[in-house]
Every structure is written in structure tokens, then in C-alpha cells.
């Protein structure tokens, strides 16, 4: 049931793990700047999962921790909406009181500051997580029950690689 | 018959997209821009957001995107729905 | 029609080149991977529907690094497009597990086979 890839594809999993993770939460910060934002971000940390779930066979028993991460994310993002129904639901009450990403944009073309946009740099945040844990439980899940991970016990060795 | 049906409504269909495809404007030159250029003079001085995708997605229309996050998370509780009645299925099997 | 008019028109035709592949797989196909596959096609093509709706001829993309408010693309349909393009992946995972199911269950994963009663 826990097979492994060779020693060769587990290391450089655990080299290139570091900056795809890195890559990840750089989109999601970066999300009310540049392209990308909490979805593509997500998408890229859960790559991350594929790798290791197709290099090592396995997350342990992780399972419940990214149900539970999942969920986090969602109601932190719900509740951050909601936080502005003094005025409506989803109000921006962070931008530009010069609080945590409170600051003020110049107007025109800027470079972009990351101390800015409110409620969107924090919203960006949350569903960069539950999207990250979302798609690592779906990954997870299919590859578990498709059959992969049973490959080398049944002595079918289509999907190891030889070191 | 089931294919000849089948084969119809292909037809019928096909033929309502090019006739669509014929009589849309043309690319390049929308005709009605101005909530989109609200968003765009609106976005940096009342969100202070340089991405405007991002504050019509987290702003604008949040609801939307609430929907949307509710979709995923329920997409991922049928999934995991699913996929474990499989396995307890067969546990049973094996007892 | 002319030939400008005609170019003009070449990303809506693109469009319905990918829904009627799409259309003409779910319809014509009994391999449910292969639905699955032509559903997924259908999304791509109503995504770039929706992003060619929005394109203004000669402008930039809707972010202030270098580009005026008054030199961008309409923002509205790129952020409907990012919707649609999640809650696509979401119903295509679900399909799969329930292709996965179907698989344990019957044996099989042709439409025909599985439209029988199992004992």
C-alpha cells in the first residue's frame, strides 16, 4: 500500500518542494499586485501535493488536517466578509485607515505596494488556503482510491521507476 | 434511432452557433463598457487595489466568489463522500 | 462579408469549433472518461467566449503597472472566467469519483454496460 518512488526522484521531490511551496504564497500575497491571486496560488502549493503524493505514495495521516485546514479557510473568509455588515456585506473596512494593509495607492501606474488593498490581500489569503487543501484532499482522495498507491502490490510494476 | 436523434440535435445546434457567430458584433468593439469603466476609475481610490480583476472578484462581486469557494468545498465533501463509501464498502468485503 | 469582417469574427469561431467537439463527443461517445473530456472542452470554449467578449481592441490588461484606467480590457467577464474556471475543476472532480465508483461498481466504465440492473 506505501510504495516509494527511487532514493533519485525523492530527493529532488524534496529539493524542488521548497520553491514551488515558495512560488505558492508568493501568488497569493502578491494576488492584488500582479496576476494570479488565492485560486492560482492554491493551485500551485497543491501541485506540490501531486509531487509528493506520485514521488513518495503517501501523505501519512494528514487527512483530517487538511479537511480541517480547508474548512479554516472558508470560515475565515466568511467571517472576514462579514465583518463589514455594518455597512454591507463584502465592504472593503480596511482600505486606506492605514491599518494591517491599510495603506494608500498613488494614483496612476505604480509599481504596487504590498501594504495595500484591505480586505482583498487578507480575502486573497484565505481562499489561497482553502483552495491549497481543497485540491490536495481531492488529489489525494482519487489517487488513493484509484488504485495507484496499490500498483507494486499487485506486481504490476508499470509505475515504479528503476534507480 | 437514439443515434439519429442524437445526430439531429447536433445539427440543430451547430447550426444556432454559426448563425450566432454571424450576427455578433463585431471583436474588439464592445457597445455597453460602462459599469466595466466604473470599476476601472473606481477600483484604486475607494478599494486602493492595483489589480482590477481582483477587486471585482473580492469587492464587487463577492458573493460571487463566496458562491463560488462554497461550490469547491462542497465539490471536495462529495468527493471525499463518495470515495469512502467505496472503501468502507470493501472492508466489509474483507471481513 | 468581407475579409475583415470575417477576421473579425475568428475567436467566436474558435468558439464554436470547441463547443461542437465537446457537443459531438457527450453526445457521440460511450466512453465516460471521454464525456468527461468533451465536457471539459465545452468549458474551455464557453471560458474563451467570455474572455473575447470582454477584449477592446488595442488595449492592456486591467492591472495599474503600466497602463492608464482608460487603456484597459473590461474586468468584468476575466473575473466571471476565474469563477467559471474553479467551479469547473470542482464538477469535473466530482465526475471522476463518481467515474471511479461506477468503475468499482459495474466493472466497467462503457454507458452501455452500466445501464444494466446489478443483482
Known amino acids: 500500500m506505501n510504495w516509494e518512488m527511487s532514493r533519485v526522484v525523492r530527493t529532488i521531490t524534496d529539493i524542488l518542494i521548497v520553491p514551488m511551496i515558495i512560488f505558492g504564497i508568493y501568488l497569493v500575497l502578491h494576488g492584488h499586485l500582479t496576476p494570479g491571486g488565492g485560486f492560482q496560488g492554491g493551485a500551485v502549493i497543491a501541485s506540490s501535493t501531486a509531487l509528493l503524493i506520485v514521488s513518495y505514495g503517501t501523505l501519512g495521516k494528514h487527512k483530517k488536517d487538511l479537511s480541517s485546514i480547508e474548512a479554516v479557510g472558508l470560515t475565515l473568509f466568511i467571517l472576514i466578509a462579514f465583518f463589514g455588515i455594518g455597512y454591507t456585506m463584502f465592504y472593503n473596512y480596511l482600505a486606506g485607515t492605514g491599518g494591517i494593509f491599510g495603506g494608500t495607492v498613488p494614483a496612476g501606474p505604480n509599481p504596487g505596494y504590498i501594504n495595500t488593498g484591505g480586505t482583498v490581500t487578507l480575502m486573497n489569503l484565505m481562499v489561497g488556503i482553502e483552495v491549497s487543501a481543497a485540491l490536495s484532499l481531492i488529489l489525494w482522495m482519487m489517487s488513493r482510491e484509484s488504485g495507484i498507491m496499490e500498483a507494486k502490490d499487485k506486481g504490476s510494476e508499470g509505475m515504479e521507476v528503476k534507480g | 434511432m437514439k443515434k439519429s436523434i442524437a445526430i439531429v440535435a447536433f445539427v440543430v445546434i451547430f447550426a444556432f452557433l454559426v448563425l450566432g457567430v454571424v450576427q455578433m458584433r463585431p471583436f474588439g468593439e464592445p457597445e455597453n463598457e460602462d459599469m466595466d469603466d466604473h470599476f476601472l476609475g473606481d477600483s484604486q481610490e475607494r478599494h486602493q487595489v492595483n489589480n482590477v480583476v481582483t477587486a471585482v472578484l473580492f469587492d464587487y462581486r463577492g458573493l460571487d466568489t463566496l458562491g463560488e469557494a462554497t461550490i469547491l468545498f462542497s465539490a471536495v465533501s462529495g468527493v471525499l463522500t463518495v470515495l469512502r463509501k467505496i472503501k468502507d464498502e470493501k472492508e466489509e468485503v474483507e471481513d | ?119
Not at chain 3, 468527461?36 to 474551455?44: R, V
Not at chain 3, 481592441?57 to 473590461?74: H, K, L, R
Request: charged residues 15%; hydrophobic residues 50%; proline residues 3%.
Open chain 3, 1 to 119: 462579408m468581407s475579409w475583415d469582417a470575417f477576421f473579425m469574427t475568428m475567436p467566436y469561431l474558435a468558439v464554436v469549433i470547441l463547443l461542437s467537439i465537446g457537443l459531438y463527443t457527450v453526445l457521440f461517445k460511450k466512453n465516460l472518461i471521454k464525456i468527461i473530456m468533451g465536457i471539459a472542452i465545452m468549458q474551455n470554449g464557453a471560458n474563451l467566449f467570455l474572455v473575447s467578449l470582454a477584449y477592446r481592441d488595442g488595449y492592456y490588461a486591467p492591472i495599474f503597472t503600466s497602463a492608464e484606467s482608460t487603456d484597459m480590457v473590461m474586468p468584468t467577464a476575466h473575473a466571471l472566467t476565474l469563477t467559471s474556471i474553479v467551479i469547473g475543476l470542482a464538477t469535473t472532480a466530482l465526475m471522476l469519483s463518481f467515474t471511479i465508483m461506477i468503475k468499482r461498481h459495474y466493472g466497467s466504465i462503457n454507458t452501455e454496460d452500466v445501464r444494466r440492473c446489478k443483482e
